[in-house]
């Protein structure tokens, strides 16, 4: 996708373990967005940052922690993996109107 | 009551006919309506855009949305297999704000040939 890319592509890791996706960004967007996509469950927003060192949660923020220290990059830490985080993990920007930009997906496997 | 209701499919369909896909909304305050096309194992992409009720066409596409019902369409003509994906549709109140968009579910089309 142009102008966004995730790593890694896919990660399988072990209940515990902490684990650390990637969002970066060439297009100087103000805002980005991790979402996580479950069937049944559709897009569900985990965190989003409205700027450098601003970040805010989401509806299912629970578990997750992120960080934006340069506007390129937006980082999504799952502190203590757990299977119920087992999912496909997207990264979102947008300069703040007409809709999102989406990310290919990180596909995470909790064991 | 959910925000965005849609039907999650699969909706089957032969090729060549007119697809129409639905969302209806409970917030009276959404004024700008997307709809984006999700293939397998890829990320969403904005298909179509549109800002209060009305009409808009782009190519095969069409977005309709009808405000007092609050209830907006997708209609695609001459459907390709190409068009298979998982279609959601999503709102948002004030985007120049960055209110955040709300998604439907999806909906899972398949166009058989």
């Known amino acids: 996708d142009a102008g966004i890319t995730q790593s890694p592509r896919h990660k399988v890791t072990e209940t515990g373990t902490p684990v650390t996706l990637r969002c970066h960004q060439t297009?100087?967007?103000?805002?980005m967005y991790w979402y996580r996509q479950d069937p049944g469950h559709g897009l569900r927003l985990i965190h989003y940052s409205y700027g450098v060192k601003d970040t805010d949660k989401g509806e299912v923020s629970d578990g997750y922690s992120v960080s934006r220290s340069k506007t390129e990059d937006f980082l999504l830490t799952l502190e203590s993996a757990t299977s119920s985080q087992t999912s496909v993990y997207f990264c979102a920007i947008s300069a703040g109107g007409y809709g999102y930009t989406f990310g290919s997906g990180t596909r995470l496997t909790v064991v | 009551q959910k925000e965005v209701e849609q039907d999650p499919g699969p909706l089957s369909v032969p090729e060549g006919a007119i697809v129409s896909l639905n969302c209806t909304y409970s917030n009276s305050a959404f004024q700008y309506f997307m709809w984006y096309r999700q293939y397998s194992r890829k990320g969403p992409e904005l298909l179509m855009y549109?800002?209060?009720?009305g009409n808009k066409e782009d190519g095969r596409f069409t977005a309709q949305v009808d405000k007092s019902s609050k209830y907006i369409s997708l209609f695609i003509r001459d459907s390709q297999p190409s068009d298979s994906a998982t279609y959601l549709c999503?709102?948002?109140?004030?985007?120049?704000?960055?209110?955040?968009?709300?998604f439907g579910k999806g909906t899972r089309l398949h166009i058989l040939p």
């Open positions: 549109t800002y209060s009720s």
């Open positions: 297009e100087n967007h103000r805002y």
């Open positions: 999503a709102m948002s109140t004030d985007p120049n704000r960055d209110d955040k968009i709300i």
